[in-house]
């Protein structure tokens, strides 16, 4: 094999000048350079990019770590796409049945590695057993054994689960206290948990009738140790060639991960790719790379020739040289079903080589090959697939970050050496830019399905724990590249970004409103931010990313203060797509929107708000809605249109009746009973209003008429009272505020919002503070009252004391013994504060004789 002392090539730059004055200026960290290049697709001049991205193995649903990875590119996507003007073509793989994983979650995990083949072959076995054996319980106890013996340090014959769960307990106490961020310490936790939850089951099973025990069977405690159980024993005993029983596994899984793409608002791929639908063609991939030198057939497979391909003066490892020669992840890339191979026996050349092909063994899918019946390898699908779509070359490469080796790295050496042969004296280059995509964590711990620590998708949005804004907004919040943490703290600044832009858009909304759609048209005609991009990105200087001001002592207008975070945010998303800087700099412009001293005009208004439009708009914030759409402000901001005749209806007459209330003379009976006849005019314009809001308004009105009717002398307060009662209690509970302003102006109609929420909520815990402070200062004196009643003389009068001097201060103890002096100086300290307190109670309630 070749020295790894060699030096690494140079990354070559694609052909054409850097300063390309048709493209902009551009910088993408790119793995392949581990520094940030200047971004110059293959077709310039057409501005066009091809991009492929890693997908998904799909047995199971999506979680957020998955989210991360397909958000983050969803991001970036847009930004090419809609902000810089790319036409960008997207191709994603689905790895449906095979022993890898192309995906940042469980990558290089020979766990989850193997998992749609075995996985579907397990609930294959597993539906067959529970159909044909209802009584389980000798089975499970066995199950129990095997899983616990395979995977924790567990040696004992003894069957029964309750010894098992205590010897489980005690041997791994202190793993179990303790927070994990190493996967192998984090993968041997979960078989820990696995098997005490398994262990419970059966140990509840035990107690039951059998009729019980039948009814039992879709437990998910006691499925995990039965489906490997069963796979160990009868796994290869299915059917290799029906290859139903593995894709009706992948297909259902395929469609829901689709659908919950699409509920986080990313957008589908413009093509996607199935391994099992390219099968041919990757046998004439490996065929190819074979004729070329670089690829040699022993009896478990076909292999990639490492020491060929770099004796062919090519270099392997591009990506992450370091880690050539790590055999454990050397061994993670070939995966756990040919871990024998791996071993001394092994008839790989080299421990570098990777696997091309792979005859399978009984149970495992198989396809014919000129090599024997087999599977792909898992890095030769990627290269056939993004070959076949993208050809020999291709811009951007996107995966998670622990894709980058072996996987990727597998994928560059085989997909060069298919494009080129052996006596080239230049290596190919297949892909020039490489984007992975850092990981989510949670406590400091990597999201996996292999490792069982991970919410699912559908149930984070379903539960209300994320909306699909509020997650995109905290990746926004972070860097592409590099790891997030989800923290009480990141969760809180995600919250307050989005709830301040909301708010900016409501008032500015607002502010437009009584403009017609004429003078909105014009607005939007004159206005000079109607596109995102700065007037001139060409000339904006990269030195210091905003545009020089001559006089820095003079006022800057808010529209200076647009064009400069216009210009700022164009940079900061051509540096490598910072969008946290993006994302502070329309923060920033908002707080000097609010700050201005002077009320903006409808005019300064509408473009720093279309501008923020188009901005969450390409972010991928606000539905399907594009940067080119004219409506201000996203979803969710506006009351539906067939609620708001009522609403406005309802706060119009709480309007008038606050209006009179609050004035000099106060409002009359007759006021009263005329808005309320003025409120059925204005409520009937609404043919069919909500029923809700229907049933708050005739509350509403019997209040007042009863109000009205009363022998009540000033009913002023009691209106305001009601008025009050309506905003922040009826229409609170019907997720809607009325924001009263100043003046005589029209309350504003909000719906109501997370901020909002946690506003009141602070307040309701201020005032039950309040609350119960005062009670306990009511209670600390009541106490103190009482206590006053009792005489000094009689304190002390108990059978804990003897004797006692003339004033009543103990001398004696109950046996009759002398109290030291010390005891009896504290004593009289207590005596006298009980004096003066008894002294005080009878100058406030008199003797007590």
Known sequence: MASTSRQQPRWHQPDGPSDDSSLPPLKIWNSLTRTKSPFLPINKNAKSVTWYACGPTVYDDAH?????????????????????????????????VDDKVCGVWDA??????????????????????????????????????????KNLRYSSSDLSPAAVHTSISASYADLLERNTKDDAEAKLKMHVKTTLAAARAITALEAQTDAQVSSTQDSKELDDILMSYLDARHGDSVDAKNHAIFTKLTKRHEDRFMEDMRALNVRDPDDVTRVTEYVPRIVDFISRIQGNGFAYQVPSGVYFDVAAFERANNHYARLEPWNRHDEAKQAEGEGAITEKELGKNSDKRSSADFALWKISKPGEPSWPSPWGEGRPGWHIECSAMASDKLGSQFDIHSGGIDLAFPHHDNELAQSEAYWTNKDDQKQHQWV????????????????????KNFTTIREALSQGAWTSRGLRIVLLLGGWREGIEITDDLVKAGSGWEDKVNNFFIRSKDLLGDSTEEKIEQLRIGGKAMHMLPENPQTISTAN?????????????????????????????????????????????????????????????????????????????NGSATPLDATIGWSGLD??????????????????LRKEARSSSGISRDEIDDAISTSKDLFSVSSTPPQPFTDVLQSFRQ?????????????????????????????????????????????????VTKELLATRQEKEEREQAKAKAKAEREADATAKADKGKV????????????AWDDDGVPTKDGKGEDLTKSRIKKLRKEWERQKRLHEAWVKEHGSTS
């Not at 994302?583 to 005009?601: G, R």
């Open 64 to 96: 957020l770590g998955h989210a991360r990875t397909y958000l983050t590119s969803d991001i970036i996507r847009r930004i090419m796409g809609d902000y810089l003007n790319f036409d960008v073509r997207y191709v994603m793989n689905i790895t449906d």
């Open 108 to 149: 290089l995990k020979s766990w989850g590695q193997k998992q749609i083949i075995y996985r579907a072959r397990q609930q294959h076995l597993l539906l067959d057993f529970k159909h044909n054996n209802p009584h389980q319980l000798p089975t499970l106890k066995e199950a129990l054994l095997a899983y616990a013996s």
């Open 432 to 451: 020039n830019y490489f984007m992975h995509m850092g990981h989510l964590s949670i406590a400091g711990a990597k999201m996996s399905k292999s490792l």
């Open 545 to 621: 990313g905003v545009t020089s001001q001559t006089n820095r002592d003079a006022p800057i207008s808010l529209d200076q203060t647009l064009e400069r975070i216009k210009s700022s945010s164009y940079l900061s998303l051509c540096d490598s797509f910072n969008t946290s800087a993006v994302m502070a700099s329309i923060s920033e412009l908002i707080t000097a929107y609010n700050a201005a001293e002077a009320p903006p005009s409808s005019q300064t208004t509408f473009n720093i708000a279309r501008w923020i439009t188009s901005m969450v708009n390409m972010f991928g914030l």
């Open 639 to 656: 009351i539906p249109d067939s609620a708001r005749p009522a609403l406005t209806a309802i706060s119009n007459l709480r309007d008038l």
């Open 703 to 751: 209040r007042l008429s009863d109000l009205s009717s009363s022998s009540s002398p000033d009913i002023s307060k009691p209106v305001l009272s009601l008025c009050d009662t309506l905003r922040d209690t009826d229409l609170w509970h019907k997720g809607i505020y009325l924001e009263d302003r100043e003046g005589d102006r029209p309350a504003l109609i909000r719906l």
């Open 791 to 802: 005489s000094e003389k009689d304190m002390f009068r108990t059978e804990e004391f003897g």
